[in-house]
């Protein structure tokens, strides 16, 4: 049998505003988002979905938030928001 070659990890770049949106959220909620976070950068699989303008980029679904973030080359992403899903699209 042959072993397929793990796919390279994405990195993440923190835009101000979403470390402030990430900060404000409640302690147990903040570290379900970064596991999810970080389980879609290990396997690139989640509730991921392209943005239809005029909103740009993509959004992450994790429980009721919603990460925003832009591909910026292959395996970098940049997050610009997290959200309660109450908040995300007004």
């Known amino acids: 049998m042959s072993e397929q070659p793990a796919s390279p990890r994405l990195t ?3 835009s ?3 470390r402030a949106n ?3 959220i409640d302690r147990e ?3 379900e988002i970064l596991h999810c976070i970080d ?9 991921v979905k392209k943005l239809k303008p005029p909103m740009n ?3 992450l679904r994790c429980g009721d938030y919603r990460v925003f973030f832009k591909q910026m080359g292959e395996n970098n ?3 610009t928001g997290v959200l309660h899903r109450s908040q995300a699209y007004r």
């Not at 389980?39 to 509730?47: E, K, S, V």
């Open 12 to 14: 993440i770049n923190w």
């Open 22 to 24: 990430l900060r404000a």
């Open 39 to 47: 389980r879609y950068l290990a396997t690139r699989n989640g509730d």
């Open 57 to 59: 980029g993509f959004r």
């Open 77 to 79: 992403i940049s997050v």
């Open 16 to 18: 101000l505003e979403a």
């Open 29 to 31: 909620a903040a570290l």
